[in-house]
C-alpha cells in the first residue's frame, strides 16, 4: 500500500465532505475514481478541471488517466448544466415513433443545435439512448422527470410547462 | 438466522397479507411512475384512511405489472381485477368496488392474451411484493431457494442442478451457465468474485431495469447462490448510473438482506459468507462487455482486452470470476427451488425456460412480457402485442438491439430460440423487441445502429473505430440517394471485416443491422440509388 497524501479540497464548499466520504469508502485507493466522479458531478452538476485534480491527487492517479475516465464516459460532464435540462431518448422504440422530429423542433424553437445550451444558460437541448421508458414512447426528460406522449405539435408545449412547474 | 427463525419470518408474513381483506397494488415501477401512479397512490392511501379501511385494506407499491403503454396499472385482490390508465379521481370508484363488480371505464381485462400466453418465472413476484421491504419479498418465496442451497446441498450439488435445468445466459450469447460455474469453481484460487452485470445498454431493452426496480431481492439471491456455488466470498452489481430507481432499491435491498442475515457473514449460520457492492457504470455501452465491464469496476476506462485468458480464469483484480447478466441471475432462484427438470420441461429442447422481453414500437400492446421459449414471433407480434396501431402492415421486427438483426414477415412463424434467431441472421439479444411497421426506412433504421455502435465504440481496435465510421459514411449516401451499386459492396466487404476482426463483441457484431436489412430488405438499399446521368 502506497503512502497516503493528504490533499485540501478545492474550496470550503461543504459538498467535497460527501466526495471525501465516497474516497474513504474505498480507502482513498485508485479504484475509487470512477465512485468518486460520480459523486463530484451528483455533488456539482458536473467536473471541473479543480474537481478532478483534487480527486486525482487523493486517489494518486496521474491527472491524465481521471482526464481519460471523465472523457469517456458519457455520463459525467465536463461543463456546467443549464438550468433546465431537455434530454430528446433515441432509443430503438422512440427512434421509430420519430423522436428526431422532436429534437428538431426543439433545436429550431431555442436556436441551438443537439448538445448545446442557451446563451443565457436556461435551456440545454441533450439526446440519450435510451432512457428505459420505452413503453411511453416517443419520451423526452426534463430535469429529471419524464415527459410522455410527445408530437412535433405538441412537444414544445409539453417541455416548456414542465419546465416552468419546475423554476 | 437459522431455519426455524427463517420460516417464522415466512409465516409471519403469510399471515400478516391474510389478515387483510383486500389488496390494493399499485405499480411503482420507472414507466408507471412516469405516468403519474404515485398521485394514484397518495389519493387511494387519504380516502381509504377517510373510509376507515386501513386495517381491512392494504395499499402496496409493487413492482412491474408489465402493461407499461397502459400505465398506471393498479391491481385488485382477491378479486383479481386489473384497472389501467388510472387518475386520482378514480380512488373512490376503484374503492366501492373493493368487494365485487369492476369499474368497467378503466377494467383491464385479464383475458386478453397479453396475460394469457404469458408464463413467469423470473417476474413470478413483479406486482405482488413491494420491493422496499425484505419481508414481504421472503413472504412470497424470497431466499427460499438459498436457504436450500446453502443448508440442504453442496456446492456440485448447485452446479449439477443448474447443467441439468439447461439455463443459457440471457444477456444475449446464450452461454451454458452451468458449464460457466463450473469453470469458475474449478479455478484454484482463495479469492472469486461474482458480478450481475445490469449495464443494460441496448437502445429499446428495459428487462433488467425492471427485474431490479421489481424485485431486488430476486438479483441478491442468485448471486448468493452462485457464490455458494463457485466459491466466492465478494459481489458486485454493475448497473446503469441512468438506473436511479433500481440503484435506490438494491441499495436498500441489501441493506436489508445484510441486517436480516441473509447476507453477509455466516449466511443461515453457515460457514458460506458473501457480501455484495454496488458500481455505477458511467454510460458506456460497451462496459456491457465483459472484460471491459471488469476494467470499469477497477476504476479504469471501459476498453475490452482480448479473451483468452477468460474470466472465469482471470477475472477482476486478477481473481476468478463469474459475470452473469440480471435476468441469468434471476432465474436462479426458481431453479434451486424447484429442480433443474422443472425447468427443463420449460421451452425448447435447446432453449429451456422463459425470456423476458421488452416489446415496443409500432405495437398495439407494450410493455414488458415473459414468454416460454418456443413461442414463435407471431404469436409475440399479434397476440400479446395486438398487432400493429392504425392500420399499417408488419414490416420487421429487431431484436438484439445494435448487435442484432431485422426479421422480415416471412419468417414470423419462426420460433423464439437462440439457435433459429441466430439463423435468421439476429441474436436473442438481451430482450429488446422492437416492431416497426411499413412506414419505417430499413436503410434509416440500419443507419441508426450503426450511428449507435460507432459513437459507442470504444476506439481500441481500428476495425471497430474506423470500420464503423465508414459505413456510416456510405450508409449516409443511401440516405441522401447519392450512393451507387459500388457502395452495396464495399458496404458488404466492410461488414464482413469489422465482423470478423474486431476485438471484442460490440464490433463483431455491430455489422449486424447493415448485414441483415441487406438480406432481407435489399430493395430498399437499391431505391436509394443515385439516379442514373441522363444519357448525352
Redesign the interface.
Known sequence: MSKQVEVAPPSDDKRWRIVNATMRRYGYT??????S??SVQEAFGYLDDDSLQFVARRLQ?PLS?AY??AT?????SLKPPADHNCVVC????C???GSDRMSDVLSEAYEIEEGEITLDGRFALLS??????????P?AVVDG??V?GLTPDNVLEKIKERIDDGS | MDRDAFESIVQKNRDEEAAYAHHVNICMS??CI??GSDAVKKQIEADAKARDLTKTCRITGVGCLG???S?PILAVEPTNTLYQKVKPEDSDDILDHLDGGIVERIELRQDNPFFQRQERVVLANAGKINPDEIESAIGHGAYAGLLKAVLDMTPEDVIKTLTQSGLRGRGGAGYPTGLKWSTVAKARSDVKYVICNGD???????MD?SIMESDPHLVLEGMAIAAYAVGATEGYIYIR???GLGIKRLKRAIRQAEKLGVLGKNIFGSPFSFSVQL???????VCGEETALIA???????NPRPRPPYPAELGLWGQPTLINNVETLANIAAIIDKGGEWFANIGTEKSNGTKVF?L???VNR???IEVPMGITLREIIEDIGGGIPDGYAFKAV?TG?PSGGCIPAEHLDTPVDYESLRDLGTIMGSG?M?I?DET?SMVS?AR??ME?SMN?S?GKCIPCRVGTAQMIDILNRFMNNTATLADIDLLEDLCDMVSHTSLCGLGQSAPNPVISTLRYFREEYLDRLAPAPDPV
Open positions: 485508485p479504484q475509487a475514481l470512477i465512485e466522479l460520480h492517479v488517466k481519460g475516465v469517456f464516459y458519457h455520463f459525467f433515441m432509443g430503438t422504440a427512434y421509430i415513433k440519450a439512448h435510451c432512457v428505459g421508458a420505452c413503453g411511453l414512447a419520451v422527470q419524464i410522455s | 420507472s414507466g412516469a405516468s402493461l407499461c403503454g400505465g443494460e445498454g441496448d437502445p429499446g431493452a428495459f431495469r448510473a441512468e438506473y458500481r455505477l457504470g458511467a454510460g458506456a455501452f470499469s469496476i477497477e476504476g479504469h476506462r471501459g421488452a415496443s414500437g409500432k407494450v410493455g414488458l429487431q438491439g429488446g422492437v416497426m419505417s433504421v441508426y445502429f449507435f459507442e470504444c
